[in-house]
């Protein structure tokens, strides 16, 4: 028998956007501990804007298990939250809803800023601009991309890999200090909960360099000349990978029309700012 830490991930009850919490636990297994091993788990939800004071407690339930690389027979767990009960999901807990099928592909291209005292990397101290966009999409050299930035990119990947997260590859993006990754997933839910703990792989590791994320979609402002964030949204269905045809897929996207603005709604908060950019 050997002790693991077991590090349980949720999302809270801020809105518009949910932030990702963690806490860890020790149990004991033979082995590295298979997702129906895993206990149920309590936390206070008055502190995650999930419950009121004199009701405070909410229930994690383990949905998927990541091996930890940062740690000694660490573990990744990712759950959704749930009422006292352990059986009714919790109205913040929009992933129990979900409809899935591992027959929808998912890929993601997260795109996010890292920030150091209030401005991205690589931006003057002082205040004002670098030079404008240009040269930092993929580039190379201290100027274009610094040193911090790309030693957290490059440790983000190996940390998502060693993790089982099918991490995709890598760039840096349009604007200064701006970076993507992107992440595949068959399933819905399989392809957000990869999303979601890669994310928390990221946050976690730039503590080591005082640095934040930021994933703001224009978190510059949309007066100034520097791109926007977004996470570009790919995905494919049985029938369109083996089917297809340009008739179909002309009827999809005019099927997806008729709902875009609804589809805007929900794709986070501020997006019309960046909607050009």
Same mark, same amino acid.
């Given at each position: !028998?050997? +002790? #693991? +830490?077991?590090e349980y991930l949720w999302l809270d %009850? #801020?809105?518009? =956007?949910?932030? /990702?919490? %963690? +806490?860890? $636990? /020790?149990k004991e297994f033979s082995s590295f501990p298979k997702l129906e091993q895993l206990p149920m788990w309590g936390f206070d939800g008055s502190s995650t804007r999930q419950a009121e004071g004199r009701t405070s407690d909410c229930m994690l339930k383990p949905v998927a298990i990541y091996p930890d690389s940062t740690k000694k027979n660490g573990a990744l767990v990712m759950c959704e939250v !749930? !009422?006292?009960d352990c059986k009714t999901p919790h109205p913040s807990n929009s992933r129990a809803g979900i409809l899935d099928d591992? %027959?929808?592909?998912f890929g993601y291209e997260q795109e996010y800023f890292l920030y150091k005292d209030g401005a991205p990397l690589g931006f003057p101290t002082g205040g004002g601009f670098p030079p404008p966009q240009g040269e930092y #999409? $993929? %580039?190379v050299g201290y100027k274009n991309v610094g040193c911090i930035a790309r030693e957290i990119v490059d440790t983000h990947l190996d940390l998502c890999l060693d993790a089982g997260i099918n991490h995709e590859g890598i760039n840096s993006?349009?604007?200064k200090g701006q970076w993507e990754f992107q992440i595949f997933g068959k399933g819905s839910k399989n392809a957000? &909960?990869?999303m979601w703990v890669a994310r928390y792989i990221l946050m976690r590791l730039c503590e080591k360099y005082g640095v934040d994320v930021n994933w703001h979609c224009k978190p510059l402002g949309k007066d =100034? &000349?520097?791109n926007g964030s977004g996470m570009h949204s790919n995905f494919s269905t049985k029938h369109m990978r083996e089917v297809g045809g340009k008739e179909y897929f002309e009827a999809l996207m005019a099927a997806f029309d008729k709902y875009k603005n609804e589809h805007i709604a929900v794709y986070g908060p501020d997006n019309h700012l960046r909607l050009t950019g």
């Open positions: !028998m050997a +002790k #693991y +830490k077991l %009850g #801020y809105e518009p =956007v949910a932030n /990702i919490r %963690g +806490k860890t $636990t /020790i !749930m !009422m006292p591992p %027959g929808a592909w #999409y $993929t %580039g993006e349009v604007a957000a &909960d990869q =100034v &000349d520097w």
